[in-house]
């Protein structure tokens, strides 16, 4: 079982990809975390140590597409919350919106604009020269691992129609038109990624507004809170909203974030709080938003919020909140609502 010390769990910006990908060319998480200079990832990863673990992850590579296939094993829990949140957005546009605004939480290295011309939505990646050589490593990188992510959110393929990129064609460039489908250009002016606007009015296929909210509003929150959960307890709420249908273990948990199931305890130990409190956290803020927002009966919010019997499920939500579902709904309510 991988360590605490060299694990990058949901929160880890889709560096896990790169880790696993790197693992199966036998380059190991200890080489890569020593030549990038940093002992552990305990922590939000600074600007800095991204560029590092990049760059260190570039010079171990023995194989040139590494960039390329690590993006291609990207999936949406690699992103965490933040995953989840574009996930079950409504519309992919509200998706895609909502990345833009929070692209320090996919790892974003540089500045990127959008705007829309014709029809054509352009992606642009300001100063890209300043990356230096490690330029068409982060480029592969970061382009295969977001047409992989948009393509899982999409169920379908991102409708890709150009790519330039400022820097030399490479060895292996029939990679990037097998992988991106679309036409390429090297040695271009601006670094770009244009594709098909229309895609921002298709729905998305796992859209849940509910889920949505509650994962927005904890991005939020990592974001502007000096005070903000550790990455550990953001890994496990990752864990339990993408599980949030059946009933889930702290053996579970344990794996999913690389820990064995005692040092994840006394990890939370330490932080002061439980594995138990944070599940127990996490599925009230989504029980209460079933219960003010939609007209569910209790009965199916017990089982979307992993609770086979009712019963149980009225039991925890009054310990949560100190009275019962029914009466939590009532008092939220406005006058004249209809009681369910």
């Not at 833009?100 to 959008?114: E, K, N, P």
Request: charged share 20%.
């Amino acid at each position: 079982m991988p360590s605490s010390a060299t694990q990058i769990g949901p929160s880890g910006y889709g560096l896990q990809a790169l880790f696993d990908e790197l693992e199966a060319q036998d380059v190991s998480r200890t080489q890569l975390l020593r030549l990038a200079g940093i002992r552990s990832i305990d922590g939000a990863l600074t600007q800095s140590q991204r560029l590092a673990l990049l760059r260190a992850a570039s010079e171990l590579a023995p194989d040139p597409l590494t960039a390329l296939n690590a993006g291609q094993r990207q999936r949406v829990h690699h992103f965490g919350v933040y995953g989840f949140a574009l996930a079950t957005s409504p519309t992919f546009g509200e998706a895609f919106s909502f990345g833009r605004q929070h692209l320090q939480l996919a790892g974003a290295v540089l500045r990127i604009s959008f705007r829309e011309e014709a029809g054509i939505g352009i992606l642009r990646s300001h100063n890209p020269r300043a990356l230096g050589n490690l330029l068409p490593f982060v480029a592969e990188f970061w382009r295969s691992s977001m047409t992989t992510l948009l393509s899982e959110i999409l169920q379908a393929r991102f409708p890709s129609l150009q790519m330039r990129f400022p820097y030399s064609r490479p060895g292996h460039a029939a990679a990037y038109t097998r992988l991106f489908a679309c036409p390429i250009q090297f040695e271009s002016d601006p670094m770009e990624w244009h594709f098909d606007a229309e895609i921002l009015q298709r729905p998305c296929p796992n859209a849940s507004t509910l889920t949505a909210n509650i994962c927005q509003d904890f991005c939020e929150a990592v974001i502007a809170s000096d005070d903000a959960p550790t990455p550990l307890q953001r890994d496990l709420r990752s864990f339990v909203l993408g599980n949030t249908s059946r009933r889930i273990t702290a053996q579970e948990a344990a794996l999913a974030t690389g820990l064995s199931k005692r040092t994840l305890f006394r990890r939370l130990t330490e932080e002061g709080t439980s594995f138990q409190r944070l599940l127990d956290q996490t599925r009230s803020s989504l029980a209460c938003e079933y219960l003010e927002n939609t007209r569910l009966p209790v009965s199916e919010i017990a089982e979307r919020c992993g609770y086979s019997d009712e019963a149980n499920f009225r039991k925890a939500f009054s310990r949560w909140q100190g009275k019962s579902p029914s009466l939590w709904r009532a008092s939220i309510s406005p006058p004249g609502a209809e009681e369910l």
